[in-house]
T-cell receptor, first 113, second 112 residues
Framework: GAGVSQSPRYKVAKRGQDVALRCDPI?????LFWYQQALGQGPEFLTY????????KSGLPSDRFFAERPEGSVSTLKIQRTQQEDSAVYLC???????????FGPGTRLTVL | DQQVKQNSPSLSVQEGRISILNCDYT??????FLWYKKYPAEGPTFLIS?????DKNEDGRFTVFLNKSAKHLSLHIVPSQPGDSAVYFC???????????FGGGTRVLVKP
């Protein structure tokens, strides 16, 4: 929706492996959000960027999670030393021009074995 | 501490009838509320929103009602169509443009 693509769509990782998840919004979106959605639950906020500045990372569950958006466009969410509890769908969203609504990408389903 | 709750995990309704989805919140700082629809293997799709200065917002078949004193909102879908079968999430933010806090979702099945 709203021109947000995410890759890969599916990722299987062995426990302890590092993974990188990419969010590629169409240009012009200032605000970018990452959410984590566990099976059967609603999405939970992870972190927020305004352009390249990470203004809120209060939702990152541990220091194994790291996000960046160096040029204010593409964003990468990196998870180091993955654990089974990291298995979830990771959603990227951009705010509308009015900043009132958020539009989500299709998500990356991460499975940690 | 769930700040946004959808107490009905599922709802089944006949095609053409009304679907009513409910959502309760606890954080009085929330002042902007949204509903999203989600199909399997897709991201949530924005449906409709409402600011706390209003008590009703309508868009086609979808109407959202907000009762601030009760910290309750509902989504009405009239008439329900089979294509409406999906999981619906309500979400809230402390200001437009801020991070969203989601409920756990309600799975709606519209029977032909």
């Amino acid at each position: 929706g709203a021109g947000v693509s995410q890759s890969p769509r599916y990722k299987v990782a062995k426990r302890g492996q590092d993974v990188a998840l990419r969010c590629d919004p169409i240009s012009g979106h200032v605000s970018l959000f990452w959410y984590q959605q566990a099976l059967g639950q609603g999405p939970e906020f992870l972190t927020y960027f305004q352009n390249e500045a990470q203004l809120d990372k209060s939702g990152l569950p541990s220091d194994r999670f790291f996000a960046e958006r160096p040029e204010g466009s593409v964003s990468t969410l990196k998870i180091q030393r993955t654990q089974q509890e990291d298995s979830a769908v990771y959603l990227c969203a951009v705010a509308s021009q009015s900043y009132n609504e958020q539009f989500f990408g299709p998500g990356t389903r991460l499975t940690v074995l | 501490d769930q700040q946004v709750k959808q107490n009905s995990p599922s709802l089944s309704v006949q095609e053409g009838r009304i679907s009513i989805l409910n959502c309760d919140y606890t954080n009085s700082m929330f002042d902007y509320f949204l509903w999203y629809k989600k199909y399997p293997a897709e991201g949530p799709t924005f449906l409709i929103s409402i600011s706390s200065i209003k008590d009703k917002n309508e868009d086609g078949r979808f109407t959202v009602f907000l009762n601030k004193s009760a910290k309750h909102l509902s989504l009405h879908i009239v008439p329900s169509q089979p294509g409406d079968s999906a999981v619906y999430f309500c979400a809230a933010s402390a200001a437009a443009g801020n991070k969203l806090t989601f409920g756990g979702g309600t799975r709606v099945l519209v029977k032909p």
